[in-house]
């Protein structure tokens, strides 16, 4: 999933500092998941600026409205009807919710709450952890599901660079060496081989360096 960190209050604040009328739209994808722009983190979002905006005299009408996604249009449009009844929208959906709300309704100004940070999972409780950096023709398979571009610190593809020690990248000891753990499972299973034999190179066009992307799914398209 994507995951997502909220953004400091007094960030928000000076957002909106000039607006009266607020909208608040969650999104019960991702975010909510990662607990951070569900229908609760709205809730609680829309009661601290309600309060921050009394204590400050300049009150602050808020209304709360969760989507199931505010990635696909059909869900951006349920609130065609209320969207320009306020001064602004702030979205708590991770970067794509305020961009789609942004081409819907390119008359309304519209605000992020959260830092959208990396695809990843949960690792512990309230912890998670990036595992892949969208690179678009995915190569795990070579490191045995590891992947190399969203979990070594240089996105070696010949690792490990040899600042590793005791399983910890050289940037810190609270980050893992992928590389340690690629080569430690392949001696564990008697495949260290497999990292001498040749691999094709990587194709980065399909990532962020070639620009903007998109994907086409021919049979799906109407
Ligand atoms: S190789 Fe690319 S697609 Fe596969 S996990 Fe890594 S970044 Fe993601
Ligand atoms: S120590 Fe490991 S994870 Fe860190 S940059 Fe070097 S190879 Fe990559």
């Not at 204590?55 to 249009?73: A, M, Y």
């Not at 008697?190 to 799914?217: C, E, M, N, Q, Y």
């Amino acid at each position: 999933m994507i995951v997502a960190n909220p953004k400091p209050i007094s960030e928000i604040l000076d957002m909106i500092k000039d607006l009266k009328k607020i909208l608040i739209l969650g999104c019960k994808g991702c975010v909510t998941v990662c607990n951070v722009g569900g229908a609760k983190e709205v809730g609680i979002l829309a009661s601290t600026l309600k309060i921050a905006r009394i204590k400050g005299g300049n009150p602050v009408d808020i209304t709360e409205r969760t989507l199931e996604r505010q990635c696909d249009p059909e869900y951006i449009a349920q609130v065609k009807d209320i969207v320009h009844d306020f001064d602004g929208v702030i979205s708590m959906a991770c970067g794509v919710g305020p961009q789609f709300l942004s081409e819907a309704y390119p008359k309304q100004r519209f605000f992020p709450a959260v830092d959208t940070t990396f695809f990843g999972g949960a690792v512990q409780h309230g912890i998670w952890a990036e595992r892949c950096a969208g690179c678009g023709t995915c190569i795990i398979h070579y490191f045995d599901g590891m992947c190399p571009i969203a979990r070594c610190s240089k996105s070696l593809m010949n690792g490990p660079c040899g600042g590793s020690a005791g399983g910890k990248c050289e940037i810190s000891k609270d980050v893992d060496c992928i590389w340690d753990m690629i080569v430690r499972k392949k001696m564990e299973q008697g495949r260290l081989d497999d990292l001498v034999r040749f691999k094709p190179s990587k194709d980065w066009r399909t990532a962020r360096d070639g620009g903007p992307r998109r994907s086409i799914r021919e049979e799906l398209v109407i």
